[in-house]
């Protein structure tokens, strides 16, 4: 499986995907959501929509490699 990298940081493995914008950012890049009352965990940096996470294995090096 190919792996996925952050639009802002480019050698650094995505984390999270936001479908609005259409791109993939790593943990560096997302906006907690200050509003306890709502559900939604990470907002986009960019258009403040929820976003969501990317499986671990993209951020995780497999040890045979």
């Keep these: ?8 940081h480019p050698d650094t493995p995505a984390r999270f995907h936001c479908k609005s914008c259409d791109i993939d950012i790593c943990s560096l890049c997302y ?4 509003d306890e009352k709502s559900n939604v965990k990470y907002r986009c ?3 403040q929509r929820p976003i969501s ?6 951020v995780i090096t497999p040890f045979w490699e």
């Design 1 to 8: 499986m190919a792996k996925t990298y952050c639009k802002y």
């Design 31 to 34: 906006k907690p959501n200050d």
């Design 45 to 47: 940096p960019i258009c």
């Design 53 to 58: 996470s990317l499986s671990m294995e993209n």
